[in-house]
Every structure is written in structure tokens, then in C-alpha cells.
């Protein structure tokens, strides 16, 4: 489904350098303004399967037997969401960024603490928090990836290389060309027992939060609701960082169940 947003008009500018000078006025391409309304589109996404009910038996391994996890020494970046609140959920991220041609990281490490500092802020309604359990700058040439990501194909070829099992993986790419980049989705997550888990996003909504904080929400086995006050509205304004009490039993649930190896 196609959502027309002034965020979806920048992309396809920003394809054509003819127009780079159209670009300059359209105050949108810049990000959020703080004093944006609500109705102020982000960006929108979309997910691999639905929520599923929790079935009574044995959580799957959510290990791939990826050769690379734990080849990087997992050094946190931040403070641990680790509190003394035994009801409190502290889920470890992985916080994977591309490196564009001067490889210089497009998310620095500052920016995914203030990402993250935004996102725990909504996700402390469900007693949910997140740390950077591991941030990771990557040449994606040197996986074999390409920066501006362009299929399907190439986000799971993504989710296969930096899973592993004990963090919940977040990456953010290039700005999507090819097949992913004429589809109106800014980011792709896995939701739980969908395969190979992993949110991606691509840079030009890197960093807004609120988006991010959507993606962990698929990752807690969320769906998507039409209010657009909810941080899982489909298409993702900045005020929409509401949870209910039902979407906060159900992801504490999701993380108790499938993410038993991530929280801290
Ligand atoms: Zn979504």
C-alpha cells in the first residue's frame, strides 16, 4: 500500500540530482522539527508476518549458529536498563550501522544513545527498556552488502550476517535503491517466530526514534493499530508514542518468551 507523505516525496527527489535544488525547500527532507505536529508523517514500515498467539510449549532457539556472533568482543555502549524492579525488562540491542564511502558511520554513537534515551522513554510505559548491548560501524562491502540496500533478498542476507543470539539486532542502511527503494517502507523488521529476526531501516529515518521504537515493537510480537497516537500506527507521526496497557501485556510477554537470551 503506498502512503503519500511529504517523507516519501523526498525520496523519490532525492533520486534525481536535477532536483537537488528542489530538495533545499522542502523543510521535511531535514528530519523532524521539535515543534512538529502530530500529524507530521516519519516515515512507515512494514513487517514480515503478524502476531501470533504464544503457543504453550518450549520457546524456539532463536540461535542461527551464525559463525560471527561473538566474533566482535561486546563492548555496551551506555548505561545498562538494568534496574533493582524485578517486574522491569531490560532487552539488549544490537546496534548495527553502515559506514558510508568516507567511512565515517551514518549513525554515530552519540546519535543511537539519543535515539535510544527517546526510545526508552516511550517503551517505560510497559516497564520495557533497551541498552546497547553492542554498536557496530560496518563497511558493508566488506560483508558482501551494499550500502543502499535494494531487495528483499539483501535484508535477509543482512539479518543472517549480524544476528546472534543474545542481542536484538537494529540496523540502519543506506537509503534503499532498487525494489526496496521504489516501495513506500522505510524499514522491515521480522516479527518473533517469523525466521531470521532483525529490524532494518534505511538512513533517511535513522534517526527518529519513534520509528525505531515501532520496530522493537514488531520485535515484541506488536501489530499494527490504526490510531496514530500509537506507536504502532502504520505509518509513524511524531506523537505517535502511545502503548496501551494490552499492547504492554503482550510485548512483556514476547520478550519473556522469545527474547529470554537478550534481557539483561
Ligand atoms: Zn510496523
Redesign the pocket.
Known amino acids: 500500500m503506498k502512503i503519500i507523505s511529504n517523507f516519501n516525496h523526498c525520496l523519490k527527489l532525492a533520486v534525481s540530482p536535477l532536483l537537488l535544488l528542489i530538495l533545499f525547500l522542502l523543510p521535511a527532507c531535514n528530519g523532524p522539527s521539535s515543534d512538529a505536529p502530530i500529524g507530521t508523517v516519519l516515515g512507515?514500515?512494514?513487517?514480515n508476518d503478524a502476531s501470533k498467539p504464544l503457543p504453550n510449549e518450549a520457546p524456539p532457539d532463536t540461535s542461527n549458529g551464525n559463525p560471527n556472533s561473538g566474533e566482535n568482543s561486546s563492548t555496551r555502549l551506555g548505561d545498562s536498563c538494568h534496574t533493582s524492579d524485578p517486574a522491569h525488562l531490560c532487552l539488549s540491542l544490537k546496534y548495527v550501522v553502515y559506514e558510508n564511502l568516507q567511512a565515517k558511520a551514518i549513525v554515530s554513537g552519540q546519535e543511537a544513545l539519543q535515539n535510544l534515551a527517546l526510545i526508552n522513554k516511550t517503551w517505560l510505559q510497559c516497564n520495557i527498556g533497551f541498552e546497547i548491548g553492542e554498536y557496530l560501524s560496518v563497511d558493508p562491502q566488506k560483508y558482501g552488502l551494499s550500502f543502499n540496500t535494494s531487495s528483499m533478498s539483501e535484508l535477509s542476507q543482512i539479518r543472517s550476517e549480524f544476528d546472534d543470539n543474545s542481542t536484538l539486532l537494529v540496523v540502519t542502511t543506506g537509503a534503499w535503491s532498487g525494489s526496496l527503494g521504489a516501495g513506500a517502507a522505510n524499514?522491515w523488521?521480522t516479527m518473533p517466530g517469523g525466521g531470521t529476526y532483525g529490524a532494518i531501516l534505511e538512513e533517511p529515518v535513522g534517526n527518529y526514534p519513534n520509528i525505531i521504537a515501532?520496530?522493537l515493537?514488531?520485535y515484541l510480537n506488536l501489530s499494527?493499530v490504526s490510531d496514530t497516537s500509537d506507536v504502532?500506527n502504520?505509518v509513524i507521526y511524531q506523537g505517535s508514542t502511545q502503548l496501551t496497557t494490552n499492547q504492554c501485556e503482550m510485548a512483556r510477554s514476547a520478550a519473556s518468551y522469545y527474547w529470554k537470551t537478550m534481557l539483561r
Do not use: F, I, L
Open positions: 512507515r514500515d512494514q513487517v524499514a523488521t515501532h520496530e515493537g514488531h499494527h504502532m502504520p
